[in-house]
T-cell receptor, first 117, second 117 residues
Framework: GAVVSQHPSRVICKSGTSVKIECRSL??????MFWYRQFPKQSLMLMAT?????????EQGVEKDKFLINHASLTLSTLTVTSAHPEDSSFYIC?????????????FGQGTRLTVV | AQSVTQLDSQVPVFEEAPVELRCNYS??????LFWYVQYPNQGLQLLLK??????LVESINGFEAEFNKSQTSFHLRKPSVHISDTAEYFC???????????????FGQGTILTVHP
């Protein structure tokens, strides 16, 4: 099956600093990647849709200047949490869909546990 | 807009007992349906999916789910659970349409399945 690698798996940062999370599709090309956020004991909430070579599409209520998304190639998307605050602490998960295949399932990364202190 | 409801937030069962995790969805267009499993501090793994054809779909580890269009349900079942099935299970849908819905999942709230010895 398709493999999506997310790095780092855990990160602790100081309040006010920025953190970059990488999402890579290892054995397939992904024109579209998705970033989700999961609060404790809650479901996954879609934050944004990342399209290769174009601007990301953010869901309502998600600050695009705070959560910067870059999708520079068909195998890599990055999420940068800028000026992180403790309330940004959460589990962030990316997913990727194969290029050229319509409406198939998305393959998920392992997730990143972000703790802002 | 589509939505997914998982009726049970937690389901405790004993080992070797049968289990059913309920999922209902709401959508004005047809959808594809998925069940994902998440182990602690990990990403999501696809358990099974319904795209078309037979309404009963099975996974390799004994789970099955049946798509019921009239009841807009996609309940997950297993006739005999193991301790290793303890995890959180998410039901999800993708709109059966092209464009920006490609790979964009809407998740239910999740059901924590706990299997006791």
């Amino acid at each position: 099956g398709a493999v999506v690698s997310q790095h780092p798996s855990r990160v602790i940062c100081k309040s006010g600093t920025s953190v970059k999370i990488e999402c890579r599709s290892l054995d397939f090309q992904a024109t579209t990647m998705f970033w989700y956020r999961q609060f404790p004991k809650q479901s996954l909430m879609l934050m944004a849709t990342s399209n290769e070579g174009s601007k990301a599409t953010y869901e309502q209520g998600v600050e695009k200047d705070k959560f910067l998304i870059n999708h520079a190639s068909l195998t890599l998307s990055t999420l940068t949490v800028t000026s992180a605050h403790p309330e940004d602490s959460s589990f962030y998960i990316c997913s990727a869909s194969r290029a050229g295949v319509m409406n198939t399932e998305a393959f998920f990364g392992q997730g990143t546990r972000l703790t802002v202190v | 807009a589509q939505s997914v409801t998982q009726l049970d937030s937690q389901v405790p069962v004993f080992e070797e007992a049968p289990v059913e995790l309920r999922c209902n969805y709401s959508s004005s267009v047809s959808v594809y349906l998925f069940w994902y499993v998440q182990y602690p501090n990990q990403g999501l793994q696809l358990l099974l999916k319904y795209l078309s054809g037979s309404t009963l779909v099975e996974s390799i580890n004994g789970f099955e789910a049946e798509f019921n269009k009239s009841q807009t349900s996609f309940h997950l079942r297993k006739p005999s659970v193991h301790i290793s099935d303890t995890a959180e299970y998410f039901c999800a849908v993708i709109l059966n349409a092209g464009g920006t819905s490609y790979g964009k999942l809407t998740f239910g709230q999740g059901t924590i399945l706990t299997v006791h010895p």
